[in-house]
């Protein structure tokens, strides 16, 4: 058995570990030893292809030193909070590799040479069209989650238009290079500019919030610029792991979606929340109650049981280890603490959970939504830590509301709530909310963490 | 009639992305997320092998550009998704 | 290398048989059973391919007894599964 | 694209129909759409491949016609308590396919011509191999339960050392032969004999009623050996629907076996029950209280709720018609009439669903084993017709018995137990049954059938 059908028959055998790996990813029980699995799978593919003959190594290895040091440092260094716009650039080299492995090859095989079968031509296209618009797309997105460039949905006239216009003229430049790839590359290096530039052109409407959904969209299209590339060099394991990684990325995106309460449709083309004002809905407004931390530490020290309610104030305040804190202090005192914890809190799913488990909170503490809801009326206060949608009792009652069928954690039914957040600014979706001026809410003006340091200090003193 | 291999294997994997995906928890979405981006940095695999002696200059940056992109890819991204897991077994343990 | 190819279908058929299999109530074994036997008839269609113009007369009895053998595998497995499975709707149509 | 692309192409939907439609049939509200759908994909798969070039159609037609018509007639007139034998025979002509394929490639391509690669005649081996055990193995499974030869396990001394001396034969047989291919004929058709030999060697150990399990089996085989006829004559859609058909086969197996409670080596070399005596435990038996149809007559007429606990005797006896009827009568006389089914009742999986279908009971009296017993304390009749370990009390009390562990149906807490058998006779696990000895247990020997008559006509006269 030649060599090269070893190392193929080895590839047989990191594809599976790449299915097992992501079975067991999908259940909270398994999932890091599947990652180990799955990284077990990469690691046997990489060895192996190394004892093909002919490589470069010195260029391979300078590669391979440099990409491992940004990325293990990047993967170290990142807080637990910025995991979302770390995912976004990592998936954003993978396109990006996908790219420059399909330009590589034209260079290297095809530029100049006679003629290149059309197929070979159809895929190199592809995995650049894919891989360019994956890459830039993925950057446009770690922007806006990381407040680089500005989050909001960005909607203009003659969007689809335009898009329209860069997908026609990526598709004239394809069937002008696919005429004679020979001769073609000035078409080719016209091509990539176009992808990336359709990637921006992709994200860039999307609202930050969303992000989460893009990022795993644009994780099956890496998938996929994995599979063309895969194509382009005739190597299997690339097809076998980018077709999985395609089909579940899209299927990961079909269930975030879901978990919405939102089509891919709505997500991708509606601009979400840009055209927030108008969704408002009824103006029967209360009044505002402010609160002083004072008057909060009163609330808090006679209440048996308290519910904290984080929110995506909570990340931005970096509060987790106040609220901890707090929390204990709570308990000192002799009160029940939760942390009801709404699924698409925060910005990623999981997003809370990931912060109060760094800040050391006990997992038997958080409580999820289907729990916490049925008890909710016997609850002395809800403290809601920077969160709005989430709580917003219109995605019960206002048909209108943008947010109307989203299940909220049902905070408006406890005995008093009190609202930490820095004005009345709307949060994610951009409407009111008419739990802030309920007759039971007191709302505590303030960055999340000052104010929860405050009412440290409170029981402290 | 490697097309014909290639589109059975196309469909098979798809299927089987699907059955496997299907009904995860949303706690996991994101580093379930991270995790399968860190396995489409296969690309990596086919870069190495594609990076043969003999390359242009250009080819040569072209092609330890794609290794360094895809390594970032790979690494960063298994490290970053057992980061995350990590915490997420830290808090079972947290309990009483 | 289409050993290759024709093992990596193979590794995703079984993964893929696998998950869309377990989890089966007993009472549908016999059904399934019957009708996953129908499916493994497909060699008729290795057989109708194989069966080509300009075979010695040892050659035409064995194809046509392998396509007769795999009609009656095909044909009698796709009916008899269909009948069990009417059957089992009956009942539900049976309730009061 | 050429012809043979197009028709390739082709076997990708059929393939893409065929998972659809496992996937539906494992389901049971969509199981009779899901085996369309996988005919379907057949359909397709077979109208294209007719469309080869240099097909001799006449030959082709002649023996799909003799075979559409015999496979046909035959799934049309068998009885449904024949439905396992009948499905062991289409398994057994599957294989049967498999093998003569590849004789016939084999005979046609490479007989007397210079060299065969070493793949292809390895593959050949294993189709004849996988082809003919399937074979032979499925008709001794039909023989045995169509009790055309005797259902008993048969264990003799030295089968063990049988066995390795035919698989050693059979090695043999194969190195010789993949020396030189085109001169082993031969060789070939002694691996042929070999073959099914080892299908009859393989089977003719286990008892008729471990069938369901070997037909399971013998299920993925034939899936197996139309895998490496695939590979013989260079078919995809036979390696994917062959490789799909082996691992569902294994896995239906492996479900078969836990549902018995067994380890599949047990199944397949125990001979379970062929020694039978020694199982039976401890000898403190009480008296047998045989009665008369109208004893039991005067019983059922009294009973407010009555439930009939089917097993292997009612297929037998084919009675479930009479049973219908004397339930009609009993319900007319104001009786509660529930059916007790236990899962692995009869001799195959949904054995008495069928059954009971057939004579149109209604699906609602129909209750699962789960259900019924936390009901059954109250219950004033429990009428078991044939049935005797799916109801016997040692499999939860004797942990010596051979059926220790599987759970019953617990007929004897009902206030009056009915058994309707001919004889004092073990059942298939052969054991003794302590329930036919039971304080409140009353006999009615006789044919199930005879004895349901009795009573019908006790009740109308
Ligand atoms: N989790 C996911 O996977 C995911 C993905 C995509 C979209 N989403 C969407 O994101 C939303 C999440 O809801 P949410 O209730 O968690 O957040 P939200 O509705 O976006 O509200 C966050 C609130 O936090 C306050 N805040 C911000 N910084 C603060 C600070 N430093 N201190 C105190 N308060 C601060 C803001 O009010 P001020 O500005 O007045 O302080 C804002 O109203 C939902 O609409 C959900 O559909 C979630
Ligand atoms: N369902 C499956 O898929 C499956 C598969 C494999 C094995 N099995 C095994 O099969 C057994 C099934 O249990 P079971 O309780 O249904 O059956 P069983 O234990 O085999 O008992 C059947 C009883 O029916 C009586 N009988 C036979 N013919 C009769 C007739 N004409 N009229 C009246 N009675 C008649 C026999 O007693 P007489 O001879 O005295 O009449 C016998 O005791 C279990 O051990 C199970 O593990 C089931």
């Known amino acids: 058995m030649s060599l090269n059908l070893i190392i193929n028959f080895s590839y047989v055998i990191s594809a599976a570990l790449f299915i097992f790996g992501l079975k067991m990813l999908s259940s909270p029980a398994t999932a890091r030893k599947g990652n180990i699995i799955s990284a077990l799978g990469m690691l046997i593919a990489v060895v192996m292809v190394l004892f093909s003959q002919g490589l470069d190594y010195k260029w391979i290895l300078l590669g391979m030193a440099v990409g491992a040091a940004i990325g293990i440092v990047a993967a170290k260094r990142v807080a637990m909070t910025a995991m979302p716009e770390m995912v976004a650039v990592f998936n954003g080299f993978g396109g990006g590799a996908s790219l420059l492995l399909a330009w590589f090859a034209y260079v290297s095989q095809y530029n100049g040479a006679a003629a290149a079968p059309l197929f070979t031509a159809v895929v190199i296209l592809l995995s650049i069209m894919i891989g360019g618009t994956t890459f830039s797309g993925s950057l446009v997105a770690y922007g806006k989650l990381s407040e680089k460039i500005p989050g909001n949905p960005y909607l203009f006239k003659g969007q689809q238009l335009a898009n329209i216009t860069v997908l026609l003229g990526a598709l004239l430049l394809a069937v002008l290079f696919a005429q004679d790839p020979g001769t073609g590359y000035p078409w080719l290096l016209g091509l990539i500019m176009i992808a990336l530039v359709f990637g921006i052109l992709f994200v860039i409407p999307i609202g930050g919030a969303d992000m989460p959904v893009v990022i795993a969209l644009l994780n099956s299209y890496s998938g996929l610029a994995a599979c063309a590339a895969g194509f382009v060099i005739n190597n299997n394991i690339l097809i076998v792991a980018g077709s999985l990684v395609g089909a579940a990325g899209l299927i990961l995106t079909k269930i975030m979606c879901k978990a919405m309460n939102r089509s891919l449709n709505n997500v991708l083309f509606s601009g979400f929340g840009a055209v927030s004002g108008k969704a408002g809905g009824r103006e029967q407004h209360g009044e505002v109650k402010a609160a002083s931390a004072e008057d909060v530490y009163y609330i808090l020290e006679a209440a048996d049981s308290v519910v904290f309610v984080p929110g995506y104030g909570l990340a931005v305040a970096q509060a987790q280890h106040q609220v901890r804190e707090l929390g204990e202090l709570l308990e000192e005192n002799g009160t029940e603490v939760q942390y009801a914890i709404h699924p698409v809190a925060g910005r990623m799913p999981g997003h809370m959970n990931v912060l109060l488990a760094e800040a050391n909170v006990p997992y038997d503490q958080l409580i999820e939504m289907d729990d916490i809801n049925p008890k909710m009326d016997t609850v002395d206060v809800a403290m809601v830590i920077g969160a709005n949608d989430v709580v917003n009792p219109a995605a019960l009652e206002d048909e209108s509301s943008a947010i109307y069928g989203m299940p909220i954690i049902e905070a408006y039914r406890a005995k008093n709530v009190i609202v930490l957040k820095r004005s009345m600014n709307p949060g994610f979706a951009g409407i009111e909310n008419e739990l802030f001026f309920g007759e039971n809410t007191r709302m505590l003006f303030g960055d999340a963490k000052e104010s929860i340091t405050a009412l440290i200090s409170e029981f402290k003193g | ?96």
């Open chain 2, 1 to 96: 009639m490697t097309a014909v291999f290639l589109t059975f294997v196309l469909l098979l994997s798809i299927f089987l992305g699907f059955e496997v995906i299907s009904k995860v928890p949303s706690t996991l979405h994101t580093p379930l997320m991270s995790g399968a981006n860190a396995i489409s940095g296969i690309t990596l695999v086919g870069t190495i092998a594609a990076l043969t002696t003999g390359q242009s200059a250009m080819g040569i940056i072209l092609g330890t550009a794609a290794v360094c992109m895809a390594s970032i890819n790979v690494f960063g991204g298994y490290l970053v998704t057992d980061r995350m897991l990590s915490m997420f077994k830290k808090r079972e343990k947290g309990g009483k």
